[in-house]
RNA sequence: GGGCCCGUAGCUCAAUGGUCAGAGCAGAGCGCUCAUAACGCUUUGGUUGCAGGUUCGAGUCCUGCCGGGCCUACCA
């Protein structure tokens, strides 16, 4: 048994998921996560709100509360959303508990002794309507190549050229609007990565298999220009976690917080200490997944993310840890995921364009939703979601593949023996070809499971499906009823049991019709198949099942019709 | 501007430089009648974006071009 930790990219805090954000990160880190539960390793799979940073302030503004209220409300909204998708976190934080405000001090601290953190001043613009310094790009004006009237500090969308806020011709706050603005001097600590590229480089040269998504980019901001640049690592804003405190070794830190990119990845390690704090158990509970001198040597650690996300899980957040000179285990294996577009554009949180966690769970079950992001998953390249693709998709492979499956044996077995496992007959060799056939598809899955190929885990899964149909056309119990009872008896006994495997095999992709297959069979063995002839017997004769309801309903044509116009403009 | 990625069947996607470029869906034909008008079998469909080059051999490597995307360090 292997130990093997778990984070997914944290969600940020103002507002709700889309689908592109889920088949990113959280939904595949499910899926690897259950996965691995199912062969019994030991797993700790750790998700969080990400709640710092300008924008959940200005969030909570327009929400009309405090940042603090505002933020405990969105956590449990994202939660409840989570839960209801079966994400199986073992503990979903969040990056504004006392766990990450320790943990993110301590290994600011940690850097400042090391000598890897210095105080620089620099200019900023401060918006004295807002009562806030204006990140880069919420400052907008006139673009001084183009023209254009709503270029933002840092590029102008129109002609994409860089732009600094003070090359803005009347600039003014996108927050407010107000024109009333001044460049104020203010002191940030800043992160010396540069002294660190060496370290990093040779880490990442000694990981292998690495996507070419992910080195890529760790490369180029390795190797660029001059390299590595330092980074500053705090902000001038209200909402956040200190960076003056006790012991620190800065002074003139008064008033700010940690830059959101500093602290959110150290939450991480902060939920899993929260997960201790919430399961009643002592640090040590925690440091065994986090400290190599504690007992971390051993764990497997996997983040999955966008592709966005990486030049900060491969650089900034090893930079934090590897400065601390303290033992912290570092990833092992960096999962990224490119993005997924809606209907011939992107989805857009902030355009409310595409279908967003809630919505897509008052339309359907998370199972229809789950099978086709995860069997699409953007692994190689951008995908895309339409409509016709996903009604398609989900009415062949859930409905007509596995779904009929499940009723035409139910359906059968109860008409001609009844809603228990008929007893007589033996395997012959159509049996036995079915088993051989199957315990390599397993394999193959299992292989790809590990491997985290997720769409063609999902394809092998899905021929897995396929298998059982095949065998009873080739073995057609209906045909052999006739003439042979008991003959038809084992075939339906098999084909009962083949319920019960799909529904543990299933169970990382589709955990709810897993649930309900389970149930049906009336057991409560989901042990991972190792040998597929045992585990095609563990139904025996005699013991009772019940036939489900339908497990998929189709998508019909103009229920499809209705969603597509539904969602085409923006969120309501 | 710079870096990187992608372009393969009508659609969504596969193919460590090595048999005839493969799957699923859609389309066509046949079979089956247990089942959610479901299932199974067979089958049509390709100048691998374009133009060159390297190689015994290129979807894969190189150069240029066309198209799409991501990043470019203060959105997160």
């Known amino acids: ?81 989570a839960r209801r998708f079966g994400l199986s976190f073992d503990h979903f934080g969040r990056s504004s508990s006392d766990r990450n405000r320790v943990l993110t001090q301590h290994l600011a601290r940690r850097l400042g002794e090391n000598g890897l953190i210095e105080v620089v001043t620099e200019k900023q613009v401060y918006s004295i309507a807002d009562g806030r310094f204006l ?29 600094d806020p003070t090359d803005l011709i009347n600039p003014r706050s996108a927050i407010s609007g107000s024109t009333d603005l001044e460049v104020r001097e203010t002191k940030h600590l800043f992160l010396r990565q540069s002294r660190l590229r060496d370290r990093l480089d040779a880490w990442i040269d000694s990981q292998s298999g690495w ?22 690592i705090t902000r001038d804003l209200d909402w956040g976690i200190p960076a003056q405190f006790p012991g620190a070794p800065w002074e003139g830190m008064e008033g700010k917080v940690f830059y959101v990119w500093f602290d959110a990845p150290i939450e991480y390690i902060g939920a899993t200490a929260e997960w201790a704090d919430a399961h009643g158990l002592d640090d040590a509970a925690w440091e065994r997944w986090w400290r190599t001198d504690k007992g971390a040597d051993d764990v497997r650690y996997v983040q999955f993310m966008g592709k966005d996300n990486v030049p900060f899980h491969t650089l900034s957040f090893p930079a934090t840890l590897i400065g601390s000179e303290e033992p912290w285990k570092l990833v092992d294996y960096i999962k990224s995921f490119n993005y997924l577009n809606y209907d011939g554009g ?39 979601f ?36 008929p007893e007589g007959g033996a395997w012959s060799d159509t049996e036995r070809a079915l088993v051989d056939d199957l315990e390599s598809r397993v394999r193959a899955y299992e292989r790809l499971m590990e491997a985290m190929e997720v769409r063609k885990a999902a394809q092998e899964l899905r021929a ?27 075939i339906i006994r098999l084909s009962l049991n083949l319920i019960r495997l799909y529904a543990v095999l299933s169970a990382p992709f589709i955990p709810f019709a897993s649930a309900r297959m389970l149930a049906a069979m ?20 005699g013991h009772a099942f019940t036939v489900p309801d339908v497990l998929f309903a189709k998508i019909a044509d103009d229920q499809r019709a209705d969603w597509q116009a539904r969602f085409a403009g923006r969120r309501g």
């Open 1 to 81: 048994m292997a130990r093997i930790l778990i984070t997914s990219a944290l969600p940020y805090i103002n507002g709700i998921k889309h689908l592109g954000n889920l088949v990113g990160s959280q939904l595949p880190a499910d899926l690897y996560a259950r996965y691995m539960r199912a062969r019994g390793h030991e797993v700790m799979f750790i998700c969080a709100t990400d709640e710092h940073g300008t924008p959940a302030e200005i969030a909570a503004q327009k929400a009309g509360k405090p940042v603090a209220e505002y933020c405990a409300e969105m956590h449990q909204v994202q939660a409840d959303i």
């Open 135 to 163: 990140p880069d790009r919420y400052i907008e004006g006139t673009c001084p190549n183009c023209g254009y009237e709503r270029a933002r500090g840092d590029q102008c969308e129109e002609c994409t050229k860089q732009l």
């Open 211 to 232: 996507p070419v998504l992910t080195t890529s980019i760790a490369k180029k901001w390795l190797h660029d220009g001059d390299g590595l640049q330092d980074r500053g």
């Open 346 to 384: 992107q989805f857009s949180t902030s355009q409310g364009r595409g279908v967003f966690m809630d919505q897509a769970l008052e339309l359907l079950p998370a199972d229809y939703w789950r099978w086709w992001l995860l069997s699409h998953a953007p692994e190689n390249s951008d995908s895309e």
């Open 386 to 421: 339409t409509w016709e693709n996903f009604q398609a998709s989900v009415n062949k492979d859930l409905a007509d593949v596995l779904g009929n499956f499940v009723s035409r044996v139910t359906k059968f077995c109860r008409s001609k023996f009844g809603e228990s496992v």
């Open 464 to 490: 897995i499906w396929v298998a059982g149909n095949e065998y009873l056309q080739s073995a057609a119990p209906w045909a052999a009823f006739k003439t042979d009872p008991e003959r038809a008896a084992a």
């Open 522 to 541: 009336g057991s409560t063995d989901d042990a991972w198949p190792q040998d597929l002839e045992a585990a095609l017997t563990v139904l025996k004769p």
